[in-house]
């Protein structure tokens, strides 16, 4: 297939969790023979900060107008196969206006911030990047969140075939590695800043080194505020390029995972970076959510406390076989369930039953 992307970033991983995720999902198809044309708005923070500018698995067409880059859209849709818009995406609404007035044989949305969206879409009819009168014109509607939400998606908003398409890794690229003594520590943790992730933080991370002086910790991600007063064993890394991801999760004893405030309330939506550090074998602490279960067995293949005493629990009565053991059984879930090659064959499935509903509808319309 020629399948025809229009979203946020591929090129810039620079706070933001989309790029991570195209990437796998863009290699995979592409390893399964399918061509890729990317749209990205070059935008200043990405193009400052570009960290993969020439994938080798699709063609990125970077624009900075919109109208001048729709002749060259809409010739790219002629002739495509799928055509995608993606949450977040700059221009999403015009986007989705001429995908779904184009002759694309099956239109998508896949949304890699759901219960964000679905915040808006409740309370308001819309996002920046989305309309209600959008939904049932779409064939498949790809959600980053499953459970209760996909039902929401189809009876109240009309969205014929809502599916999730969750994160995934790249087992190539994200695997156990050597120690790197740069990311050596006790309690890792990576994302960018977010006011409603800042508490728990403090919480499970902050605290924790306060009461365990001797243990080393790394906190790595942008925009955090100079305000912020980080403990003295509280190392800082302002950014991480993808390359080194591997050997940050690898080298540490444990790592930490807290979601959005939105992913929690809706449940059912693991991040990116809970797949990657699972894939390079880290003992992950996270806070929990409806659904959790679904993807780690509580105890076996992921910790969850409730709070600051329980990690410094772990810190300092797991020794390093039982964490050890508790990332390898992670690891295994990951490379059988959420490999990005799977999510591929997710994604041609939820196609093929798209073009399957059409020829019915067509075949139903003509008798």
Sequence with gaps: MKITIFGLSITSSWGNGHATTFRALCSALHRRGHKIVFFERN????????????PDYCEVRLYRDWKQVLPAAKKELRDTD?????SYFPDGIAALDTVLDSPAPVRVFYDIDTPITMRGLREQGKTDYLLARHLPELDVYFSFTGGPVLDELRNRFGTPQ??????????????????NRAFDCDLSYMGTYAPDRQPKIN?????????????????AGPQYPESIRWPRNVKRIMHLNPEYHPEFYSSSRMTLNVTRRDMVMSGYSPSVRLFEAAACGAAIVSDNWPGMEMFFAPGREILLPTGTDDVVGYLTAYDDDALRNIGNAARNR?????TNERRAQEFERAVENARNDADKQQVTLAS
């Design 43 to 54: 935008v200043e923070w990405y193009e400052n900060n570009r960290d993969l500018p020439n």
């Design 82 to 86: 799928v055509a995608m818009v993606g």
């Design 334 to 338: 990951i490379l059988t369930h959420h």
């Design 162 to 179: 809502a599916v999730p398409l969750y994160c995934s890794v790249d087992p190539e690229k994200h695997r156990q590695l050597p120690v």
């Design 203 to 219: 919480e499970l991370l902050c605290r924790p080194a306060e009461r365990v002086p001797k243990a080393k910790f790394i906190v």
